[in-house]
């Protein structure tokens, strides 16, 4: 018996709040494809006292509240063992002070096979948690929202496009932003000519060869421009060292 599908659970204090993204599109077919399973848990569920209470005020004082370690730790002891094949799970806590989340964070995880992604809500979770659950913080920008569902919301989006079959055509996540470290190439559709602005003529052509090549100066170009951080640790190849030139020779000649 295999597990043959992404298996991620989602640990918030509002599940209704995922209820709209997930049931629409691309995610919804993935579910209904087998590809990926989605299980939204209620941290309220495993509150202790009749008032369902997950939160408490933060030790030396301070505004918001602050989530309590025991639901929390107990909720991952029941999803843990909700686990037939006994399969490992990555813990994901979302944190404004995580690290960065990309693309290539989302390939990895992608490659997962049971995820966890615990939502932060107020001035965050106690701090004990990450160590207990050796749990790993992740970001999706260097700005603060005001709790950790729509994140989630966000990474799921983003690791289930990186599985096989999710997509209707694989090169749609080949040409990818930052998929293959860079922008896109510019897309257009019909009708070729609008208030005055054409098509490029390379891209009515028909030839193939010429397309690609463009597409791929196109892409480098706007990387370049708009972007040009992506390329300071980046190994360019030989055929983008040769763009790099040709760029530059332009330049020069204008």
């Not at 196109?218 to 760029?247: C, D, H, M, Y």
Request: net charge neutral; hydrophobic share 35%.
């Amino acid at each position: 018996m295999t597990n043959n599908y992404l298996e991620i659970n989602i640990l918030t204090i509002f599940p209704n709040m995922f209820i709209g993204p997930f049931s629409e599109s691309i995610l919804k077919r993935a579910q209904e494809k087998g590809l990926i399973k989605i299980n939204l848990i209620d941290l309220r569920d495993f509150a202790i006292d009749k008032h369902k209470t997950v939160d408490d005020y933060s030790y030396g004082g301070g505004p918001g509240m602050v989530l309590k370690p025991q639901p929390i730790c107990d909720a991952v002891e029941m999803i843990k063992k909700n686990n037939e094949l006994s399969l490992p799970l990555k813990i994901i806590i979302t944190s404004a002070q995580g690290k960065i989340f990309n693309q290539e964070m989302a390939k990895k995880l992608s490659k997962e096979k049971r995820l966890l992604i615990i939502c932060g809500r107020y001035e965050g979770i106690d701090e004990r948690i990450p160590q207990f659950l050796k749990s790993e913080e992740i970001s999706i920008g260097n700005f603060v929202v005001t709790g950790g569902e729509l994140p989630a919301m966000l990474m799921v989006d983003v690791i289930s496009r990186m599985i096989p079959g999710v997509l209707g055509k694989e090169e749609s996540m080949i040409n990818d932003s930052f998929y293959n470290g860079s922008l896109d190439f510019p897309h257009y559709t019909r009708p070729d000519q609008y208030k005055g602005l054409k098509v490029p003529e390379i891209l009515l052509s028909g030839n193939h060869k010429e397309i690609e090549k463009w597409r791929e100066k196109q892409s480098f170009l706007r990387t370049l421009i708009r972007r040009p951080e992506i390329f300071v640790n980046k190994k360019l190849s030989k055929a983008e060292i040769g763009l790099l030139k040709e760029i530059e020779n332009n330049l020069k000649e204008d």
